[in-house]
Each structure stands twice: as C-alpha cells, then as structure tokens.
C-alpha cells in the first residue's frame, strides 16, 4: 500500500514538472528603467508587445492566443498556425512559440522549405520539373536517386588504363572495367 501512494505521488510530482515545462514565461524579458517606467527591449517567447513602456514589465507582453505563434520576440501580433491540408500529413501541432509542422503522404515529398504544399516524389531515373511532376531522364543523363535532378553520363573513365564496357542509362552513369593490356 505504502509503495502504491509512492509511486502515486511521484506520478503527480513528475506531471506537475512536466506541464511547467509547457507553460511559457508572461511579459517582458528584457527591459530598461526610463523614469517611471520600464520599457521592454524582447518579449519572452511566445508573447506579443502590447506597449513599449509601462509600470510593470509582466504587463508589456502577452501569450499569443491558442491558434497563434510568433518567432519574434518584438511583435506585436501573433501569426495564425498554419493548417495542413491536402495531401500534407500533421506532424507537430502548433506552440505559441512554433508554427504547425507538415509533412506529405506516402509517395510525396515536400514542395519547399516550409512544406507548404506537396509534390510526387520522383524515383531513380526521373527528375522533378518546374510544374512539380516528374519527367524521365533525358537520353545522355541518369540519375541514380529519389527526388534528384539527372546528371550527365561521364564521357571518360575514372582511373587510367581503363575502357568503357557500357554507356549509361537513366539509372546509372557509364560501367568502366580495367584493360589488361595484351602482350
């Protein structure tokens, strides 16, 4: 019984450190005396400026809103998160501190840094065009990886004494093979 309201106990120690891990900082983190006043130089993260000077610095910045975020640490309005749809999958949720993070479905990879929309994930032999689909290899060019642009065939081999044994394909660039020379 003993053991059971003890390790009850630590269950709720551990939830209650663990949930003021998730509460941000209210107000202003940095700020200057001007007289009377103070005046904030930076939010804590995930606050707004409501005003530039007052009497108490708690008082100069707010939490974004549930649905809101910010990176900066001197604005004075939150950004909307953003919400993933279509083909984009839900990743991370939204913090007063970070935007939502997407990603795509099986098969698709994001169009851009942000991931804000997605396209076909183009495989080995293919590459990806500026209309986000995906075209094969142009005859003289492979590429031998997912979602890459083709490259050109060699048009020699690497090391010395060696011969070209086969040319290229949209998967892989020339085969070489070392020539024993003849006596």
């Known amino acids: 019984m003993v053991l059971i309201q003890w390790l009850m106990g630590l269950a709720l120690l551990t939830q209650s450190c663990m949930s003021s891990l998730d509460q941000a900082e209210v107000g202003c983190k940095t700020w200057?005396?001007?007289?009377?006043?103070?005046?904030c130089d930076e939010c804590h993260p995930g606050n707004r400026l409501v005003r530039q000077c007052g009497p108490r610095p708690k008082q100069l910045c707010t939490p974004c809103e549930t649905g809101t975020y910010t990176h900066n640490?001197?604005?004075?309005?939150?950004?909307?998160?953003?919400?993933?749809?279509?083909?984009?999958?839900?990743?991370e949720d939204c913090t007063n501190q970070s935007d939502t993070r997407c990603g795509c479905k099986d098969?698709?990879?994001?169009?851009?840094?942000?991931?804000?929309?997605?396209?076909?994930?183009?495989?080995?032999?293919?590459?990806?065009?500026?209309?986000?689909?995906?075209?094969?290899?142009?005859?003289?060019?492979?590429?031998?990886m997912n979602h890459s642009t083709c490259k050109p065939w060699s048009t020699k081999c690497p090391g010395p004494n060696q011969e070209i044994v086969a040319e290229g394909n949209a998967f892989s660039d020339i085969q070489c093979q070392v020539m024993v020379p003849s006596e």
């Open 107 to 144: 098969g698709l990879t994001c169009g851009d840094g942000k991931c804000s929309f997605c396209v076909e994930k183009c495989a080995k032999g293919s590459e990806p065009t500026d209309d986000r689909s995906c075209r094969p290899c142009p005859r003289g060019t492979f590429n031998n």
């Open 73 to 91: 640490l001197m604005t004075r309005r939150c950004d909307r998160c953003t919400q993933c749809v279509g083909a984009q999958v839900h990743l």
């Open 32 to 39: 200057r005396q001007e007289g009377d006043n103070v005046c």
